[in-house]
């Protein structure tokens, strides 16, 4: 549970400082795992409420022809977020079609959508969630009454309230001491009473891994951990952009074979694309 | 219900209903404050159903509140004289319900302390952004109201002398002209303020009605007419239990306090009947088209687990069996039948309130999202747990009480300038 996944992958093109933060996190990591990180060693932290850069539309585009729904997407957002049990940023969606013997499963990871016009943002009753100029939806913490309209509202599921569950609920064991690092760290470790637990949390395609221009270091944990290089992540605004863990063009894989997002006519215009099976 | 009764019923017997009602307020308030210090885990509410049985009391109570402010606007605004009595009554149950709501979604947050956020930091596209402004103008209007409403009745028990004398010119608030010239001043500023009042309080509502109906994600909510049955109910709630209340507690000549509980109940019953149309429209569109994620969610109401709720609460005990007494040619006439016809009213609303709700949220947002993580909080289905009905149970007791308590401490009844006639004496 608690051996957050580093595990090495194709080098991308912008990402120059990426492989010495690299080390350096999975130092970090293996020492989290061990309940000796300190908050000091989770890598630079960055504001909470830090905007992105404008010339970006992160998204995804993930190939489920590729997919061999070994979920490792979830455990490794498990591993990067902290999330404790009963919130999920990520999960994996399985169906079985058709009646026996003629049956189909059917498999997709749903991170957030990270939709251009959210219904999580639009109802937040104090603009705690909010669009960052590069499309990433996120949650000010401090601003956020734990309402959970926006749970309500979100058709894709992908909003968890922090009841305040532990993955083991005794005091003072390490499981507990490993802070998160998402928003930068700023929240660390959880404690009773204090955000994030009673806020409503999500998937911010990591948007702690980025630098201070809002480039990726290294890409959302989920995309990093796909063995199968399914998720692919990248600039959706700039037709060459290219996925910052396996060097495609996006909007090449888009045009390919043709493509979907989940409830489309709902008209969320989500940033994260399927290619299907 | 022995409450139902015109005259008090045994001493024994309402001693044992107010302990009833201690205990429950007690176990509540052990309830909020356990919530309080140790957050949200107490609850049953999941990531599928984060709206549960607080959400639905709240609208509940405020929709109780919107109608009988509504109500009261017949008196003071439509100059609707023959209801005179019962206006600071409608006007203390519309702030009562109000504050009971208020606890009730305050408890429902996360972080409760930082409620002042809505409005500080206030989202305009969002509907509970607008809902918790016109709260706030809406209570305004009601305290206002209730005191300019119950002036010169304060005004004449403060000079009367007597123990609670001290008190009663505290809530004067220093003034004391009963002057004809005063109460007409009196009068154009409750006109004033329930012209203002009307569309606050729709908003209030409405704007409640809103929050859900702007929820595309849940199919049932999703619908223009959702915040019209949310008003239209809410006035047949507001008038069921303000006709209870009236057969409980008006103090009015026998012959005027009939006059007006059976205007009341013939008023709760049309509403009742255009809320019954309201109703019937929506789920004959819905099935008839039958879109799949939007006809799910009815058929969670109609034909679910609990569709008890809707046909034994809402429809038969909160809709249809006071339609017929009222309408009925020997209970349409007796006080005690009448006042029955309100309880169950109001009882009814409880379940149209969780039908609401709760139905809606049900199904997952996909179908096998419940079996994608494996935790309480993923489960599938949701039903209140002990916590839950503790506060629920807990905070009507407390209203109830506070009820009680506030009503012998305020002139509510006897408007019509009776100064010798001994309204206190007569509860006890």
Redesign the interface.
Known sequence: MATPQDTPFPPSPPAESRREFLAGRAATAVAGALAVASLGGCGPASPPAQEGSAARRWGMVIDLRRCVACKACVASCKSENKTP????YN?????EQGTFPYVRRVAFT?PCMQCAKS?CA???????TYHRADGIVAVDY????????C???????A???????DYIEKAGNPYNEIPSSEYGASYGLRH??G?P????RKCTFCLHLQDEKGEYREPPACVRTCMGKAIHFGDLKDPEGVCVAHGEKMQALLAHRGNYRLKEE?GNEPAVYYLPV | MSESNTHAPAGGLRLLGYLVLAALSLVGLKAIIGTLA????A?A?T??V??GLWVALYIFFLGLSAGSFLLSTLIYVFGMKSLKPVGPLALLQALGCLLLGGLLIIL?????A??A??I????P?????WM?IFYNLYILVVLVELYLAMRPRLIELASAGGAMSRWYCLLTLGSSNTSAAALARDQGWLKALGILGIPVAIAVHGGVGA?FA?????ALWYSGLFPIIFLISALASGGALLTFLSVVTLKVPEEQKRKIVRLLARLTTGILCFDLLLLASEILVVFYGGLPHHADGWRQVLFGPYSWVFWGLQLALGTLLPILIVGGRRTGQSMKWLGFAGLLGVLGIIGARLNIVIPA?IT??????P???H????AYGYFPNSTEWQVGLGVCALGWLAFVLVRKCLPLDGQEHSATASSGGGEA
């Open positions: 049990p009963g919130v999920a999960v994996f969606i399985e169906e749903r219904s639009q109802v937040c009753p104090t603009g705690a401090e601003k956020c009454i734990g309402c959970r309209y749970i309500a509202a979100c058709p894709y599921g909003r968890s309230f922090d009841y305040g569950h009773k009473g955000s637990e009673g806020n409503v709902l | 140790d957050g949200h885990g609850l509410t990531q599928h984060p709206w429902d947050l996360g972080h409760p930082r409620l956020n809505v500080l930091h206030m989202n596209t969002s509907a509970m952004a918790g929050i702007v929820t595309k994600a849940r949220q997952p947002m996909f179908p096998t999202l079996e994608a993580y935790h309480m909080r993923y």
